[in-house]
């Protein structure tokens, strides 16, 4: 597919489906492409799509089917978008450390593909608010799904969840306890987690 070059085209891309419940459309929405008027239309459509469609089928659909609708915050971004939010100040990190990220149509150094969607849990905010509860989310994510990084704001407990096709397995925060939980080498890595999560619905398919 090519990029869109006109708002038939653009139509045309938002309806491409990427697992059972989401559309490309779900995840084109930018405050910063908004407000900054920057278009946020993928350079490689076809490689958005792939890198997008593991991104719902592998973490997305699984979530939402065991804790019912996912709030998208922040998804896909082109490059020009998350350039620009970079180089203001508006929380976005490099192109470089972007790729294969929130910039789905940008392989990394390594040549690799992947994709990084912000997604608040509503169940999960709502049942547990206490400081460091995120980390009830964070192991059973870790338990039961195949994510590559997760990193945790404490607003509504919001995270990026990536999917790469060399996971990394890591996960940090930005809300307290902040720093990182847990990567390969931890001692808490391969540790069963769920006294954790007690309570918790049990995965869905």
Sequence with gaps: ????????GLEDLGRKRLSRNFFFRDFLHSEIADFYRIPNIPDDPDLAIAAGRHLC???LEPLQATFGRLHIRSAYRSAEVNEYGNRNGLNCASNASSAAGHIWDMRDAEGRIGATACIVI??????HQQEGD???IAWWIHDHLPYSHMEFFPKLWAFNIQWHERPKRVISSYAKPRGVLTKPGMANHDSNHAECYAGFPTLAT
């Design 57 to 59: 089928e592998e973490l």
């Design 122 to 127: 509503p169940w999960a905010w709502d049942n």
């Design 1 to 8: 597919m090519r990029k869109p070059n006109s708002m038939k």
């Design 134 to 136: 995120w980390r009830r």
